[in-house]
């Protein structure tokens, strides 16, 4: 579809429920439990209206278990469940205005692909002519004109998957589930319908409630992301702020590649900036999460990419490591180092740069603005490190 093409307002059309106001989704105290295990565990969020939010987290965290609750499919042990305003908590799946993508397509493999596209319109009675006309919307909109008449089977996952996305669409709802859609697709594939689910989801203007296990795919196209453990969520914000401010060791270990240096909390500045002493570093001012107490055993996060080769100087902080091994990543190598007390630490450099070798030596420094203080959680992040 070219940039011209007008965006299409899913709310529009006769019969079409107006949303109240406030947030699409509000869950208050909502829970799951099997027995003893606490799938889900207390949780309290507002998803905005028109919102890409993302619940990301290790395997048996309760991102799917939640997802199903706001579906219907799974009833809660407690909370309430509201979208736009109005309590959904007891309604059956069915009522509920909000529709789910799942990682299997699902597909009818007798229909062709407009009749997919049309199926739940036709099960609601909608005359021919609107039929025609939203089915050809959202052939427009996911960029599969001219295979309508195909069947599934002769369409590619990534497109097959765009079918289901337009089936779900087609229906207008409210709230738009998308549970690990894009989970089945191999690499390539994936990166390209992330671009496409992105410009959609602006597209249409709805909101979008999505699952995964993939941080980097969340980070992409979410407004903001839930890092959820133990049916708890650990931390909720900007895939910005949670990336260079995460709340605890779980986080920064699970959102991304980081160094942990053992600190202690030497001296406070305020609420939110500290001296800490650290491990092989010495004696450096920072800042971190609010509330740590001086003697309070800490962990300073260093990001791989704000590391570079070079001696310390005003406003940085360093120590010397040895390069260990190499990995090439495209454009660029993630150094495996060791530092001489033998504690791992990496560092990601550009191609372009000057080459690093194995088992060479390092003046290695970074700026202390990049450098984020944490309290110590070590259970968390051997945790997180297991995913």
Not at 64 to 93: F, H, K, N, Q, Y
């Amino acid at each position: 579809m070219s940039d011209a093409s007008p965006a299409i307002d899913v709310h529009a059309g006769a019969g079409s429920p107006t949303p109240a106001p406030g947030p699409a989704v509000r869950l208050v105290d909502l829970s799951r439990f099997y027995g003893e295990v606490r799938a889900v565990d207390g949780i309290d969020v507002e998803i905005g209206d028109g919102e890409f939010f993302s619940m990301i987290g290790p395997s048996g965290c309760g991102k799917t278990t939640t997802l199903r609750m706001i579906a219907g499919l799974v009833e809660p042990s407690a909370g309430r469940i509201e979208v736009s305003g109005r309590d959904v908590t007891r309604l059956r799946a069915h009522r509920r205005p909000v529709n789910t993508v799942f990682q299997q397509y699902a597909l009818f493999p007798h229909l062709s692909i407009f009749e997919n596209i049309a199926f739940g319109l036709r099960e609601r009675r909608v005359s021919r002519a609107e039929v025609n006309q939203r089915v050809g919307e959202m052939l427009e909109l996911v960029d599969l004109v001219g295979r309508e008449k195909q069947r599934p089977s002769q369409l590619s996952g990534g497109q097959q998957q765009r079918v289901a996305l337009a089936r779900s669409l087609v229906l207008r709802p409210e709230v738009l589930l998308l549970d690990e859609p894009l989970g089945a697709l191999d690499l390539k594939l994936r990166k390209q319908l992330q671009l496409q689910l992105k410009r959609i989801q602006r597209e249409v203007g709805i909101t979008f409630v999505y699952v995964t296990h993939d941080q980097e795919e969340a980070f992409f196209m979410s407004d903001r992301v839930a890092i959820m453990r133990d049916g708890r969520i650990e931390q909720l914000g900007s895939p910005r702020d949670v990336y260079q401010r995460p709340a605890t060791e779980f986080v920064a270990e699970f959102v991304g590649a980081s160094n942990r240096l053992e600190s202690t909390v030497v001296e406070r500045h305020g609420d939110d900036e500290y001296e800490v002493e650290a491990d092989g570093v010495g004696r450096f001012r920072a800042r971190g999460v609010p509330g740590l107490a001086v003697g309070q055993s800490s962990c300073a996060i260093v990001r791989p990419e704000v590391i570079s080769a070079e001696p310390v100087s005003e406003g940085r902080a360093g120590l010397s490591a040895t390069v260990t091994d190499l990995a090439y990543l495209g454009h660029q190598i993630s150094c495996l180092m060791e530092t001489p007390g033998g504690r791992p630490l990496s560092m990601t450099v550009h191609q372009h740069h000057s080459p690093v070798e194995v088992g060479s030596t390092y003046e290695l420094s970074w700026p202390l603005r990049s450098v984020w203080v944490l309290a110590r959680d070590e259970a968390g992040a051997r945790a997180a490190e297991k995913v």
